[in-house]
RNA sequence: GGUGGGUUACCGAAGCGGUCAAACGGGUCUGACUGUAAAUCAGAUGGCUAUGCCUUCGCAGGUUCGAAUCCUGCACCCACCA
């Protein structure tokens, strides 16, 4: 199976330009190109698939650019947005391009002395350096002309807002220009003939292969992958508590991990072929287990190893198969400070002074309270009357129940649950 | 501006002088079950130094041995009439 059909075969391919998009890709390495937008200092699953997308062109040994919308960004895209967005300053922007920019990292590979085919690393641009210096008459010259009015109108992105009561603004109604005239822009300097996004880029992506065409008489191509969505139509990467991002520091491995294992059955397999590189016939077989016994949930935890390696790395991977066994029963014992507090990065914590243990030790109420868990001494009660309050994973069975030093987890730390799955920690002090 | 009705715990909604920390439903929490799912079932759901005490029924006063319940004033909301 050659790359293309892989793609599609994967469910990654949800339009193209060319229906003969495969062979040109057989033919020889080509540059290929996908957008990102900065509107945070960090990546989330949203833009999962994009980078994935890139990598698995890089790996067939074309070259990937990734764009992030330094110039864009300051416009706003509407493709699939009901309302006008808020514009973003440009300190904001350039830090955002510049977190963008490190955490592709884990995904492409940029290191020059690394050639593919002769193609060279991946590279991420920033659309700002070729746009930010164009004069507003210049624009209107060079790039307006090319763009007839009533064709813009056309466009899915634009006729969607029209019709709506949000209307739109000039602003970003000029959106899909910017975007054409990076593609134009890669093609000259980088060669870079192909634009790839997501299915809801297609007005911009065909924008850029007629702005080529007008300007300079060049062919090049698009392709869209689908949108993730899960099969309740909701967004993929979005919990109550918000987007779940690639970054360490906002989602934490751990969480990453769970959200993954927490895939619904309807949607793991469809993951799985888009963004893990495992075989085909590897997928088929969980495809086959899953169908055979569904509870035991292979595909969803091959799915949640295989991204949350990909993106946090084997360290990453095993602190939070270290924390699922914690989060769901393992005792906890005989750890030190800075493996907890790994383990437990989101975990909010109290803090208690350390000779609250000596002697009678602390009472067991007192403790839940301080630790944030229960809102008051008698909410507190009935969380240990009820039998949903623990000390290290370990079932409290009565109110007199008081914490000493043999109650530590580590050094200073003593983990205490209520519930199913609500942990808070008690720093000693 | 006039007349009538309303304002109750996280939300909705009973209560109309003592037995009201306040029915009931939703939500939330805990437990059982389970696939870290959904559904279901059970219990809990103001605070505390706790068989008792304290604070809550729009706000401020008053009547009464005793008020969420009665009276007066104020604020806000709804309906009808101008």
Redo the contacts with the bound molecule.
């Keep these: 199976m050659d790359f293309f059909a892989d793609l599609q075969a994967r469910g990654l391919v949800h339009q193209a330009t060319d229906p003969k998009l495969g062979e040109w890709l057989a033919a020889k390495p080509r540059t290929v190109y996908a957008g990102f937008d900065p509107t945070a200092d960090s990546l989330h699953v949203g833009s999962l698939l994009g980078l994935i997308v890139l990598r698995r062109y890089q790996k067939a040994g074309h070259r990937p650019i990734a764009v992030v919308g330094g110039a864009t960004g300051m416009i706003g895209d509407p493709s699939g947005k009901s309302a006008e967005r808020k514009l973003l300053d440009k300190e904001t922007l350039e830090r955002n391009v510049d977190g963008l920019a490190r955490q592709m990292r884990r995904f492409l590979d940029f290191d020059p002395a690394v050639t593919h085919n002769g193609q060279g690393p991946a590279l991420v641009a920033n659309n700002h350096d070729w746009t930010g210096g164009w004069s507003y008459l210049e624009f209107l010259r060079d790039i307006g002309k090319n763009f007839p009015v009533n064709v813009m109108l056309g466009k899915d992105s634009v006729k969607s807002r029209l019709g709506g009561d949000a209307g739109m603004s000039y602003t970003e109604f000029s959106y899909m220009l910017l975007q054409a005239y990076d593609f134009v822009y890669l093609a000259e300097e980088y060669g870079c003939e192909l634009q790839a996004g997501g299915s809801d880029q297609w007005g911009n992506i065909t924008a850029g292969i007629d702005l080529a065409r007008r300007m300079h008489s060049r062919q090049v191509y698009g392709m869209t992958w689908p949108l993730l969505t899960k099969s309740d139509g909701t967004k993929m990467g979005k919990t109550e508590s918000g987007a779940i991002w690639l970054d360490a520091d906002r989602t934490s491995p751990y969480e990453f991990f769970?959200y993954w294992?927490?895939t619904?059955?309807a949607d793991v397999g469809g993951c799985l072929r888009m963004l893990t590189e495992l075989s085909h016939e590897e997928i088929a077989s969980l495809d086959a287990a899953r169908s055979e016994n569904?509870?035991a949930?292979e595909s969803?935890?091959r799915l949640a190893e295989e991204l949350t390696r990909l993106v946090h790395g084997d360290a990453g991977l095993a602190t939070a198969q270290q924390a699922?066994e914690i989060f769901?029963g393992a005792e906890i014992d005989g750890l030190d400070d800075r493996t907890l507090g790994q383990i437990f990065a989101d975990v909010p914590a109290g803090e208690m002074p350390k000779s609250q243990l000596a002697g009678e030790g602390l009472a067991i109420v007192d403790a839940l309270?301080a630790a944030g868990l229960a809102?008051?001494?008698?909410?507190a009660?009935?969380?240990v009357e009820?039998?949903?309050a623990y000390v290290n994973n370990r079932r409290v069975d009565g109110l007199d129940r008081t914490l000493t030093a043999a109650d530590l987890a580590s050094e200073s730390v003593i983990v205490l649950r209520?519930?199913?799955k609500?942990y808070a920690l008690l720093r000693m002090v």
Excluded at 375 to 379: E, I, M, N, Y
């Design positions: 769970q294992v927490n619904d059955d569904a509870s949930r969803q935890k699922t769901f309270v809102k008051s001494k008698g909410d009660r009935r969380t009820q039998g949903g209520s519930g199913r609500k």
